[in-house]
């Protein structure tokens, strides 16, 4: 699938950051795109192959409907793309509050598998050897635990779990699932999670932070995930994005 013309392409997190850049090169690449994020966009696109959708992915009948309308306008879903994350404050175990445990893995696990469970019974329908594709992206806090808080690092991990159950339970129903774990990327996920760093925990990480090689950039993380999405056979695939940070 390396060519997406008129592939069916759900991006979540399309605001800003790999959303907003994994959207456009979709586009680039000839595919129909659904972008999803919780802000509403104030000036939609005047992009026949771009139908912008305003949906909160940690809530499942949101979701429900942001896919009915896809499914409305172009009948078929090929890819879903879970981007949209939110991070936590660097809070360790016993700091942590209800309300931030509660939304970091809303966001970062209850979404992407409310996007999964229901664009799966879509693919299920579908005719052919190859049904779906799907792309999560997780974090090197998904096999790391200093790089993040308890909440972030536990969601990343988590969504681990769901990529790789996923492909393997889906593995011979023609239905791909890989997943990317970037290091660090130059988004604003800290200005738009609205994070103040608990001193604490963030001093208790810097350790292991001060050891990255540089960040990349959003289209980087964009060309990963097409890459993921386009290659054939490639299943259960865990690529890690982070100019050799965690091979150290």
């Known amino acids: 699938m390396s060519d997406f013309k008129d592939k069916v392409v759900i991006v979540t997190g399309t605001s800003n950051g790999i959303g907003a850049a ?22 939609p696109s005047t992009n026949d192959h771009r139908l ?3 949906c909160d992915v940690s809530s499942e009948d949101s979701v429900n409907a942001a896919i009915k309308q896809v499914l409305d306008k172009w009948s078929t ?28 893995l809303n966001i970062n696990l209850q979404g992407p598998f409310n996007i999964m469970r229901t664009v799966i019974k879509h693919f299920l329908t579908k005719e052919g050897e190859q049904k779906g594709r799907i792309v999560n992206v997780g974090s090197l806090a998904s096999v790391k635990g200093g ?8 969601s990343k991990h988590a969504i681990l779990g769901l990529s790789r159950s996923t492909a393997w339970m889906y593995a011979k129903e023609g239905i791909q699932t ?53 290659a054939v056979g490639l299943n259960g695939a865990e690529l890690r ?4 940070w965690s091979v150290a």
Do not use: H
Request: net charge negative; proline share 3%.
């Open 22 to 43: 994994t959207a456009q090169l979709f586009l680039d690449r000839g595919a129909k795109v659904a972008a999803l994020d919780v802000v509403e966009v104030s000036e």
């Open 52 to 54: 912008d959708i305003k």
């Open 77 to 104: 879903i090929d890819i879903a793309c879970n981007v949209a994350g939110v991070m936590d404050q660097f809070e360790r175990t016993g700091d942590i509050s209800n309300e931030m445990w509660t939304r970091v």
């Open 147 to 154: 790089t993040a808080g308890v909440a972030y690092t536990t």
């Open 178 to 230: 890989n997943i990317l774990l970037p290091g660090g990327v130059v988004t604003d996920i800290m200005k738009n999670s609205k994070a103040v760093p608990d001193k604490v925990g963030l001093d208790t990480v810097m350790p292991t932070m001060a050891t990255q090689c540089g960040n990349c950039e959003p289209i980087d993380a964009a060309n990963a995930i097409i890459f993921l999405a386009g």
């Open 241 to 244: 994005l982070d100019k050799g």
